[in-house]
């Protein structure tokens, strides 16, 4: 019997991460998840033989299923397989029911203590015995999750996951990003360091990039690029790289795309066969362009 009778599954993420599976493998990999889920500690035995009689596959459709599938999702942690997400899912349902079961031991105990002392009180009892005066109910045990030795403050773990863009937030569980962001500081990562990578994370967003989800930028360690990816658009553009974000810095980044996105560069010189591009970039942007010593010019006709 499992530990936790039922298992979190996140439609999106999963379909976002096996589209690419075919229906024997897709179900062969949620045989996985099951047999993972129900195993003590979500963990299995890196074992092929125990793995296979578990999940009713002869040799033969092991080797070509679940190999391929357990190589991908899967990985070795002190001698056992791990499906990193849905480790992270289960330690924090075991966190919760934790809380939840020492709060309810706190509130019994409390109420059994108030029953026995109103129970004395009933009694004729001299002004001298202390009994007639019981002990105050105890303050409730202090439940909060510590953070492991090592691990940033409260303070400084909510000051980088404010900062870190919204995007990349919004699918993933804070009690997870918190771990991540422990474990990275254990490591000996500072809480500046972070902070100053969500917000260059921000920065690269607002350029019109993509985040990637917190828990796994964290635990990749990627706040240790010292500059984000430039968006694909302003990659694949030949023109000088400042120019362009001095424009996505004046007018956004989907304005430099619609418009500088098309042009070409010759010669300092932005080439177009839009007019609508052109009166655009010449009432919106001529004077950047003249600070970089520019100008625009369509079919060969100058500005």
């Known amino acids: ?29 949620l045989r996985l998840l099951r047999l993972c889920w129900r195993t003590p500690g979500c963990s299995l035995p890196n074992d092929d033989a125990w793995i296979a009689r578990k999940i009713r596959l002869s040799p033969e459709d092991y080797e070509a299923i679940a190999r391929p599938v357990l190589a991908e999702f ?7 397989l791990i499906q990193r997400r849905l480790k992270d899912e289960y330690d924090d349902i075991s966190r919760k029911k934790s809380a939840r079961a020492k709060a309810g031991k706190s509130g019994g105990d409390a109420k059994a203590l108030k029953a026995k002392e109103n129970a004395s009180s009933n009694a004729r009892l001299l002004p001298s015995d202390t009994r007639a005066f019981p002990n105050p109910e105890p303050e409730p045990e202090d439940i909060t999750p510590q953070p492991p030795s090592g691990g ?3 303070d400084e773990f909510l000051a980088i996951w404010s900062a870190y863009p919204e995007a990349g937030r919004a699918t993933c569980p804070m009690a997870t990003a918190r771990q991540e962001v422990d474990e990275a500081a254990a490591e000996g990562h500072t809480a500046a360091a972070m902070l100053t990578g969500a917000k260059r994370m921000a920065a690269h967003v607002q350029a019109g990039g993509r985040a990637k989800r917190f828990d796994r930028w964290a635990r990749d360690r990627l706040f240790e ?4 990816r430039r968006p694909a658009i302003a990659e694949a553009w030949d023109g000088p790289p400042d ?21 070409l560069w010759r ?10 591009v052109r009166r655009a970039i010449e009432g919106e942007v001529r ?7 520019a100008r625009i010019e369509m079919q060969g006709v100058s500005a």
């Open 267 to 276: 010669d300092n010189v932005l080439v177009t066969t839009s007019s609508t």
């Open 225 to 228: 690029n010292t500059t984000p």
């Open 152 to 154: 940033v403050s409260h």
């Open 287 to 293: 004077h950047i362009l003249e600070a970089h010593g």
């Open 243 to 263: 120019l362009w974000d001095d424009v996505s810095k004046a007018k956004g980044p989907g304005w430099a795309a619609s418009y500088l996105g098309p042009c």
């Open 1 to 29: 019997m499992s530990t936790h009778p039922y298992i979190p599954l996140y439609v999106d993420d999963y379909d976002a991460h096996t589209a690419h599976l075919t229906p024997a493998e897709d179900g062969v990999y």
């Open 74 to 80: 899967f990985k070795l942690s002190r001698g056992r």
